[in-house]
């Protein structure tokens, strides 16, 4: 079955603890993208990568990594998170970056930063 | 500056009845615009899209109409289901200037079909 898997699906951590929200897709897609998702905001992009090793900033960027070495994974990274983080994040795969291509999206990650 | 904006942050209809949802947008360099569904506790899937060529796009009871020259979109839902409560997204594709695309979604409508 065709998917984007995002974990974990919840999660609650402490101001400045490192950590990594991991996505992975079988598709062999070669755009994949972060989103987070906040009341009245949206959908808005984090970070996107074209293909391994390629990746660049999205439209909030500030306070997070991404890393792209391997086609299937794309890991989001926070590396000192604060309560503005606290949001809902989906990853999101294309075949291509292309406007007609749809995205997939994983189900999400509820991030709490306290 | 939002750029794709969706005015309404919920709407009902009756089951049986049209369901239209609206997105306007201010840049016309957007090239490709599509609907996204999303359920409670699941990422959004795709709906159906349209490119900035053409003026309507109809896939079974959805339909897309775009109006470039008022920089409007609407998706149809006939006839509408309980089934289609959710939250519709419309996002517009830009290119940039290093080549790739990216989305830009508005902030959701809540629609509600009532049985």
């Known amino acids: 079955e065709a998917q984007v898997t995002q974990n974990p699906r919840y999660l609650i951590t402490v101001t400045g603890k490192k950590l990594t929200v991991t996505c992975s897709q079988n598709m062999n897609h070669e755009y994949m993208s972060w989103y987070r998702q906040d009341p009245g905001l949206g959908l808005r992009q984090i970070y996107y990568?074209?293909?391994?090793?390629?990746?660049d900033k999205g439209d909030v960027p500030e306070g997070y990594k991404v890393s792209r070495k391997e086609k299937r994974n794309f890991p989001l990274i926070l590396e000192s998170p604060s309560p503005n983080q606290t949001s809902l994040y989906f990853c999101?795969?294309?075949?291509?970056?292309?406007?007609?291509?749809?995205?997939?999206f994983g189900q999400g990650t509820r991030l709490t930063v306290v | 500056d939002q750029q794709v904006k969706q005015n309404s942050p919920s709407l009902s209809v009756q089951e049986g009845r049209i369901s239209i949802l609206n997105c306007d947008y201010t840049n016309s360099m957007f090239d490709y615009f599509l609907w996204y569904k999303k359920y409670p506790a699941e990422g959004p899937t795709f709906l159906i899209s349209i490119s900035s060529i053409k003026d309507k796009n109809e896939d079974g009871r959805f339909t897309v109409f775009l109006n470039k020259s008022a920089k409007h979109l609407s998706l149809h839902i006939v006839p509408s289901q309980p089934g289609d409560s959710a939250v519709y997204f419309c996002?517009?594709?830009?290119?940039?200037?290093?080549?790739?695309?990216?989305?830009?979604f508005g902030t959701g409508t809540r629609l509600k079909v009532l049985a």
């Open positions: 990568s074209m293909n391994v090793e390629v990746t």
């Open positions: 999101a795969s294309s075949l291509s970056p292309a406007g007609t291509s749809e995205a997939f």
């Open positions: 996002a517009a594709s830009l290119i940039l200037t290093s080549g790739t695309y990216k989305y830009i």
